[in-house]
Nanobody, 118 residues
């Protein structure tokens, strides 16, 4: 199974920005479209942003206009640019392929912690 390694998290003040990166252990961006998830303690992992086509994207309502997903196929890397961060964005962020997640045919990386606090 493909493995994912997320990075780029940290502590940031409200209104600040972070850019997360996720490297896949092998090329899976074709045919699988990638997404970013997040999870807080005691809550289920939720989908934040995803590709629904080679260039088409979809975002959860709570991040629309603030987060941007992008990718570099040659580097097997997907990014999440997060702007105007809010305390409610505090979570561990993970990447994965939603179609594989839905079928239970994937594993999760360790994620990267994002903490938004003054």
């Amino acid at each position: 199974q493909v493995q994912f390694m997320e990075s780029g998290g940290g502590l940031v003040q409200p209104g600040g920005s972070l850019r997360l990166s996720c490297v896949a252990s092998r090329s899976i961006f074709e045919p699988y479209f990638m997404g970013w998830y997040r999870q807080t303690p005691g809550s289920q992992r939720e989908l934040v942003a995803r590709f629904i086509g080679e260039t088409d994207t979809m975002y959860a309502d709570f991040v629309k206009g603030r987060f941007t997903i992008s990718k570099d196929n040659a580097k097997n890397t997907v990014y999440l640019q997060m702007n105007s961060l809010e305390p409610d964005d505090t979570a561990v962020y993970y990447c994965n392929a939603p179609s594989l997640v839905a079928r239970g045919q994937t594993t999760w990386g360790q994620g990267t912690q994002v903490t938004v606090s003054s």
